[in-house]
T-cell receptor, first 114, second 110 residues
Framework: SAVISQKPSRDICQRGTSLTIQCQVD?????MFWYRQQPGQSLTLIAT?????????ESGFVIDKFPISRPNLTFSTLTVSNMSPEDSSIYLC???????????FGQGTRLTVV | QQQVKQSPQSLIVQKGGISIINCAYE??????FPWYQQFPGKGPALLIA?????SEKKEGRFTISFNKSAKQFSLHIMDSQPGDSATYFC?????????FGAGTTVTVRA
């Protein structure tokens, strides 16, 4: 299975600031996704990170709030912009494709906005 | 609109017992049905997954049963152990874009 490294693992941020989360995979993957898990809730897909082009966002999520980059087949970043306490969640990177026929998750980034 | 409905919300089982979690979906385009196990403070770990051309898949103590006509699938945890106490999520996807159920918190009593 793919080994996925997410950084940072957790952070406490001031409202109005931005945080960039990194996702690094140990092998080339076709698909990379970003999910949000609000406290005590299930996971919700934010967007598909497309290599070399703009991310594809799900309903309710916009590029200005969650800009995403994917410069190559093993790396992606998610930025949470102009944060408010409502953004306090776990943000998770998921990968699939390449040598992987399954979908795997990183350990997540636990974000608290104060 | 939740695309995958999961039940029960929580369950308690005795050590050695069987835990059963059920999920239902509507989108017939879904082609991949994984189950994830999540412990507090951790990311979801893939437990077992099935594709719609198979009716059952077993890996150790974990079995997925899949009913394509009923658009339902379930996870059976046999011989449940205290270490199985966690939250379990079913999911369904097209092209690995996952729609998750609400989750089931399983507690295994020793």
């Amino acid at each position: 299975s793919a080994v996925i490294s997410q950084k940072p693992s957790r952070d406490i941020c001031q409202r109005g600031t931005s945080l960039t989360i990194q996702c690094q995979v140990d092998s080339q993957v076709t698909m990379m996704f970003w999910y949000r898990q609000q406290p005590g809730q299930s996971l919700t897909l934010i967007a598909t990170a497309n290599q070399g082009s703009e991310a594809t966002y799900e309903s309710g999520f916009v590029i200005d709030k969650f800009p995403i980059s994917r410069p190559n087949l093993t790396f992606s970043t998610l930025t949470v912009s102009n944060m408010s306490p409502e953004d306090s969640s776990i943000y998770l990177c998921s990968v699939a494709g390449g040598l992987n026929t399954e979908a795997f998750f990183g350990q997540g980034t636990r974000l608290t906005v104060v | 609109q939740q695309q995958v409905k999961q039940s029960p919300q929580s369950l308690i089982v005795q050590k050695g017992g069987i835990s059963i979690i059920n999920c239902a979906y509507e989108n017939t385009a879904f082609d991949y049905f994984p189950w994830y196990q999540q412990f507090p403070g951790k990311g979801p770990a893939l437990l077992i997954a099935i594709r719609p051309d198979v009716s059952e898949k077993k890996e150790g103590r974990f079995t997925i049963s899949f009913n394509k006509s009923a658009k339902q699938f379930s996870l059976h945890i046999m011989d449940s152990q205290p270490g199985d106490s966690a939250t379990y999520f079913c999911a369904a996807s097209t092209h690995y874009k996952l729609s998750f159920g609400a989750g089931t918190t399983v507690t295994v009593r020793a």
